[in-house]
């Protein structure tokens, strides 16, 4: 039985404008023969499965072309895909706003204020207006005129027919109506007499609702243009050249890239490990937090496993690669991210749905309105303006503001506060959160060993004990030799340290002012010469600290067992507050962690946390996500290390820790700059504001057209007044925007 085999191709996909878009071309790859697709409109990217017996991959972008967008097959060159990702995708969106503002703002004025109406005014407006229509609002244009060929409508449709529409008809009251007259004064009659319109002008609605709505196209292009930074982030962790050994021992500088299987490479103290391996010779300590989160560094030995864009911490490591390019753990957990932004649903955007019904209605009502009046014998003039105004008050000026407006404000004032939200999806996510998981190392503590306490054998000065051992521990580089060190040196200055040495993954020895120091497990005082025992003191404060979830370190001097160190990741001060802030909003909190069962319960009891998820492998913790999803909960995942970047893109909201890595902060929605927990409370507070604003916008704006259509159809609204109407809508969509500028943390 031959099994078929299926391929996956990435295809980059322009000239969508909103998630129905997304839809339609997702609808049109699927009925190709085997061919399943995936397009998310956030990235911009259709992921496709398909047979390569059934369907030619030349064959998906045709099929892409035929639906109205363009799409293109990834390039092979690195050089040609690195020179597109510099594009900036925004700059033709800005030239257009800015242009349209300098122009349609004047004209605007000139039709809303009659001391500002001279001779011949309406000339100069339309000299304004038409390369407002015709340059500017051509992405509008385009999109209308892809949707007619492929009988369908959006919002694109309504503006475009909207706009032109009004710059059309001025056209006809200038050139063959009585609006090009010197003395042409602008009329504001509520009720248009039949006949009167060809005297009217409504160049001034054509110019500011393609100004509005380019921005907000305009702002919404910026954040999207982020949503790949994840990946490039997580690529750029790892290392960019590294030292291979020849047969012969030669070392030589290579780029990683041509890095191959089975290369013995050598990694010295402070550089990054090239590619995943296998230590053959040196033992150090390697901070794996930059793909664990992790503070505590790992010991490393001949035969153990090491993971690239790992750093070594300790001594010269030479390692065996196993694993590169792909298949690295750096490159798997980029996948993951990947895999996670693509799976997510695209945000079916309130006013994008709306559309779906609205415009097409709309287009019927006018050329329903046209042809009534012009059946009941009315004027063709009288018929043409009801038409218009038709057009003109449902022209989604207000609809199109709705989100961008209370977007701009309430992200505004959330940098302010030191929350930074990453678009509109981001909004969506928080109506119906019930579940917030924590990271724990960096989110709940503070990421950073620190010496909690430390006690003494009988007989032996507290002073003197801390002094010798932060003296020893100063020459080491471990993370928890250094927490005993500036504990030392903040109390006196350091002792002179005459001999030192490392025993690789049990702690040090040394000779520190005539005494011969052992500082470490207490495994490693056994093992001296003569062998070192904890007396009950001691052991008793070794034990607590363990069933506590810390760190002992046992240190001894001239024969004898001296003292306990206890050394912990510790708490950070506003953890509790915030876990209780959270509960408050009605959130259950849940700690995830990779460290062990005691640790993890010690934290969260501390906290408030009820329940706790330990042990998890960096890679699993999506799957912790997903899992809870699965059971029916919209989780919300706070964390700041590189193995939470796929976890915060998995969950139905991501909240990073500004102070964790740049993968984490580019994979999430919403970023927390302070570092402070309780920020996520605020944040989840400023984004169902934001929400709410936006629905109380388009209630508003969607209620307005609804209301004002039929006056428009009937003959009863002059489009002056409409256009007046829409501009007033507009202000109240925006004022009630502004409100959010009030919002304030609870801090």
Not at 72 to 85: C, D, F, N
Request: charge should be negative.
């Amino acid at each position: 039985m031959s099994t078929i085999a299926i391929e996956r191709v990435e295809l980059p996909i322009t000239g969508m404008t909103c998630a129905s878009c997304a839809n339609r071309i997702e609808r049109t790859l699927n009925k190709l023969e085997g061919v399943t697709a995936s397009v998310n409109y956030a990235t911009e990217k259709a992921r496709v499965e398909f047979d390569p017996g059934a369907v030619a991959p030349q064959q998906l972008v045709a099929a892409v072309e035929a639906a109205g967008y363009q799409a293109t097959l990834p390039s092979a060159e690195p050089e040609a895909s690195a020179a597109a990702g510099e594009l900036d995708e925004t700059a033709p969106l800005r030239r257009r706003l800015i242009l349209a503002a300098l122009l349609s703002v004047p004209a605007l004025l000139l039709a809303m204020i009659p001391a500002l109406q001279f001779d011949n005014f309406q000339w100069l407006s339309l000299n304004l207006v038409t390369p407002v229509v015709l340059w500017a609002a051509l992405p509008f244009h385009k999109a209308a005129w892809a949707n007619l060929k492929h009988g369908t409508a959006t919002m694109d449709t309504l503006i475009s027919v909207g706009t032109l529409a009004a710059w059309l008809w001025s056209l006809y009251a200038l050139f063959l109506g009585d609006a090009g007259m010197n003395d042409m004064r602008m009329a504001f009659d509520v009720i248009p007499k039949p006949g009167e319109g060809a005297d009217q002008i409504y160049l001034e609605t054509a110019g500011i609702v393609t100004t509005f709505l380019l921005a907000g196209r305009y702002f919404e292009a910026k954040a999207k243009r982020r949503a790949g930074a994840a990946l490039t982030a997580l690529l750029e962790l790892g290392a960019k050249d590294v030292a291979v050994l020849d047969a012969d021992g030669t070392e030589r500088r290579i780029a990683v890239e041509q890095l191959k299987v089975g290369d013995r490479f050598m990694v010295r103290p402070g550089e990054k490990v090239a590619t995943d391996g296998i230590v053959e010779d040196g033992v150090s300590a390697v901070d794996m937090s930059m793909l664990t989160g992790e503070s505590v560094p790992v010991e490393v030995k001949p035969g153990t496993v090491i993971a690239g864009a790992t750093v070594n911490a300790g001594g010269r490591l030479i390692v065996r690669a196993t694993k590169v390019g792909g298949d690295t753990a750096l490159a798997q957990i980029a996948r993951l991210v990947e895999d996670a932004q693509t799976g997510k649903a695209p945000v079916q955007r309130l006013a994008d749905r709306i559309s779906g019904v609205f415009v097409p209605i709309v287009i019927t009502l006018a050329l329903a309105t046209l042809g009534f009046w012009l059946g009941t014998g009315e004027s063709a003039s009288f018929a043409f303006t009801a038409a218009v105004a038709v057009l003109i008050i449902a022209c989604p000026c207000a609809l199109g503001l709705a989100t961008p407006t209370a977007l701009m404000v309430g992200t505004g004032r959330g940098a302010q506060l030191g929350l930074l939200i990453k678009g509109p999806e981001v909004l969506e996510s928080t109506r119906r959160v019930d579940t917030v998981v924590l990271d724990k190392t960096g989110t709940v503590t503070t990421g950073k060993m620190r010496l909690l306490e430390f006690t003494v054998a009988d007989g032996v000065d507290r002073d003197q004990a801390l002094r010798l051992v932060g003296a020893l521990e100063h020459a080491s580089e471990h993370p928890i030799a250094q927490a005993i060190a500036r504990a030392a040196a903040a109390q006196s200055a350091p002792a002179d340290v005459e001999a030192f040495t490392n025993r690789e993954g049990l702690g040090v020895e040394g000779l520190v002012e005539g005494h011969a120091l052992v500082v470490g497990r207490p495994a490693l005082l056994n093992s001296a010469r003569p062998p070192m025992q904890l007396p009950p003191e001691l052991d008793a404060a070794r034990r607590a600290a363990e069933a506590r979830g810390q760190t002992a370190i046992a240190a001894g001097w001239d024969g004898q067992a001296t003292a306990i160190f206890v050394v912990a990741d510790t708490v950070k001060a506003s953890s509790a507050d915030a876990v209780a802030s959270l509960k408050a909003l009605g959130l259950r909190p849940v700690l995830l962690t990779g460290d062990n069962a005691t640790t993890a319960r010690a934290v969260a009891d501390e906290v408030g946390i009820d329940e706790v998820i330990a042990e998890v492998l960096p890679g699993d913790k999506a799957d912790v996500i997903r899992r809870l999803q699965a059971e029916g909960h919209v989780v919300a995942m706070v964390g700041d290390g590189v193995n939470d970047a796929p976890a915060l893109a998995q969950a139905d909201l991501g909240l990073s820790i500004g102070t964790g890595t740049d993968v984490a902060i580019e994979a999430s929605d919403l970023t927390l700059v302070s570092g402070d927990l309780r920020a996520a409370t605020d944040a989840i507070r400023l984004s169902r504001a934001t929400l709410r604003t936006i629905k109380q916008n388009l209630s508003w704006a969607f209620g307005y057209n609804v209301a004002a259509i039929p006056l428009a159809a009937v003959g009863l609204l002059n489009p002056v007044i409409a256009s007046l109407a829409m501009v007033f809508s507009s202000i109240s969509v925006v004022s009630n925007a502004l409100r959010l500028r009030r919002f304030n943390a609870q801090r």
